[in-house]
């Protein structure tokens, strides 16, 4: 199974993920306060985002 990023288009953060949307997730990381998850994806780009915009494909 594969996990791919699907941004919230309502969130805070949408403008920072959009151009993400789509993409792959290689690897997960800590979650901080603010209930995000570090992820890392193929490309290698970092992001946070929430647990629902985590999507398994």
Do not use: Q, S
């Not at 288009?9 to 290689?26: C, F, M, Q, S, T």
């Not at 970092?46 to 494909?57: D, K, S, T």
């Amino acid at each position: 199974m594969k996990w791919v990023l699907r941004p919230d288009r309502n969130g805070v953060h949408h403008a920072e993920l959009a151009p993400h949307d789509g993409k792959e997730i290689y690897a997960f990381g800590d979650t901080d306060a603010n209930g995000r998850v570090e992820i890392t994806l193929v490309d290698g780009t970092r992001v946070r985002a929430r647990r629902g915009e985590l999507i398994p494909c």
